[in-house]
């Protein structure tokens, strides 16, 4: 599996970037996938995720409200709308997709965990301008 993330750039405090992952797999529409970030000198943490029928979305506190994760099974595409941008979403976002079938109950703990996740995209960088 190939998941190729863009749409990141530079942008003014208060603005909107839309970013989008493309997945190579025709099984995508079964694939759970998260989008995390990493800024300079952090760890990587959770931004949303999205089950793979789109029946569970999850959201880190300090997004909610201005982020907007869907997806698009026909184009093998996830999203992540991002708005009211401040600068310190400035990092590089990667998407993430869960191939895993089991019988575990969707959860926050679950998906905000990058062990989860099987395979990874490479990141496009988000910049944030105050």
């Known amino acids: 599996v190939q998941l190729q993330a863009s749409g990141g750039g530079l942008v003014q405090a208060g603005g909107s970037l839309k970013l989008s992952c493309a997945a190579s797999a025709r099984s995508f529409s079964m694939y759970n996938m998260g989008w995390f970030r990493q800024a300079p000198g952090k760890e990587r943490e959770f931004v949303a995720a999205i089950t793979w029928g789109g029946a569970s979305i999850y959201y880190t506190d300090s997004v909610k409200g201005r982020f907007t994760i869907s997806r698009d099974n026909a184009k093998n595409t996830v999203y992540l709308q991002m708005n009211s941008l401040k600068p310190e979403d400035t990092a590089v976002y990667y998407c993430?997709?869960?191939?895993?079938?089991?019988?575990?109950?969707?959860?926050?703990?679950?998906?905000?965990?990058?062990?989860?996740?099987?395979?990874w995209g490479q990141g496009t960088l988000v910049t944030v301008s105050s």
């Open positions: 993430a997709a869960d191939l895993k079938v089991t019988p575990e109950r969707p959860s926050y703990r679950k998906f905000a965990n990058h062990a989860t996740y099987d395979y």
